[in-house]
């Protein structure tokens, strides 16, 4: 009877915490670029912090800038929590006073104990961001399309040798590093020559060339998509989206790495979030080393934090080594650009209309 009791009673107290727990759960929207990108996101991050905390995700997809963070911020009415940055945007949007600041010091450890400020990679953590990977915009093609297919950024350009339409990102970058890189800058002297009003004239003289035949995409899952329906022989991609149409769709698409432009994503939070605590919950713990690492199985970006590297294995579900894949990988190293973030967050509203001027001739 005693044990019938005891019994009765931790099942109504776990059925009261349990209760209590649901009761008290709250919501989240994170808002990322959508398609595979998302897809490891929620697999890494949003799905074991629902289990592990009860709370819940709501998941919005936008296509990058920070207008959108912006007008909310401004309206007095934020409803996004988190929100994944391009680095010039969220450098840009902090200076701006459009996002929450984060004390790097509260980020969780290596497991080794390494504090967060020492593992994550140089340049990660920012006062109002912090990163989560490493992923570059490099160009790809059909193998089945393109019997010698093109090597270069050079070739990219180059109608005669390769005729066809191209795909290109709507937007001055990288296009503009793109087009000197074809022009015979070397990557190291990129942002050298962009900085000079003749260089950004060169920048899109070269671009001119191509204009014709150029389809412009907007979101990360339409270039992919461009390629397997030979709307272009060739395309400017996000390295990852590539992957995932070779490794999940078996689509025989070729990665150029040639020119490829290195940059970083970042989690901030939109000033004047009403789940600011939460969504910083969320923040701990998707840039925690395993989740990082865990993100890197289902897509090929690589890990902000230098403990997550080692943890990096196969490819979710198949016999794939991630390392060899991803933009740090040293044999993709050779000719990459780092995107400098302060040229960007200094230049990106006047190289815009600039872009949409020459665009509309």
Not at 177 to 202: C, H, N, Q, S
Not at 238 to 263: C, H, M, S, T
Not at 316 to 323: Q, V
Request: net charge negative.
């Amino acid at each position: 009877m005693k044990i019938t009791k005891f019994l009765a009673s931790t099942v109504l107290g776990a059925g009261l915490l349990l209760g209590a727990a649901v009761a008290n759960a709250g919501e989240i929207t994170v808002v990322s670029w959508g398609g595979a990108y998302t897809k490891s996101q929620v697999e890494a991050y949003h799905k074991p912090w629902i289990a592990k905390t009860g709370n819940s995700i709501k998941s919005e997809d936008y296509s990058g800038g920070t207008a959108e963070i912006k007008a909310q911020v401004e309206a007095g009415n934020v409803t996004w929590d988190l929100v994944d940055l391009e680095l010039s945007d969220a450098v840009r949007a902090c200076d701006e006073g459009l996002l929450e600041t984060i004390d790097a010091s509260t980020l969780p450890p290596a497991p080794d104990g390494t504090p967060a400020t020492e593992d994550f990679l140089p340049g990660t953590l920012h006062d109002c961001a912090v990163a989560n990977i490493v992923w570059s915009t490099i160009f790809a093609y059909d193998k089945s399309k393109i019997a010698n297919g093109p090597t270069t950024m050079a070739d990219f350009f180059d109608l005669k040798k390769f005729p066809g339409k191209r795909g290109m990102r709507k937007g001055p970058k990288p296009n503009l590093e793109f087009a000197l890189i074809a022009d015979g800058v070397p990557a190291a002297d990129v942002y050298k020559v962009l900085a000079t009003p003749e260089g950004v004239d060169r920048a899109f003289a070269k671009l001119s060339t191509i204009k014709d035949s150029v389809i412009w995409w907007e979101a990360g899952a339409q270039p992919p998509q461009l390629l397997a329906d030979g709307e272009v022989i060739m395309t400017t991609a996000y390295n990852g989206r590539i992957f995932n149409a070779v490794a999940n769709e078996d689509k025989p698409f070729e990665i150029v790495w040639d020119g490829q432009i290195l940059d970083l994503d970042l989690w901030a939070i939109p000033k004047g979030s009403k789940n600011k605590e939460l969504a910083m919950d969320f923040l701990r713990f998707s840039t925690a080393t395993e989740q990082l690492a865990k993100q890197a199985s289902y897509i090929s970006y690589g890990p902000a934090r230098k403990s997550s590297g080692p943890l990096v294995g196969k490819f979710n579900g198949k016999d794939i080594d991630m390392g060899p894949q991803m933009p740090t990988a040293p044999a993709n190293l050779k000719n990459a650009v780092q995107n400098d973030f302060e040229f960007w967050a200094d230049n990106q509203d006047q190289l815009n209309e600039r872009f949409n001027a020459w665009l509309a001739k």
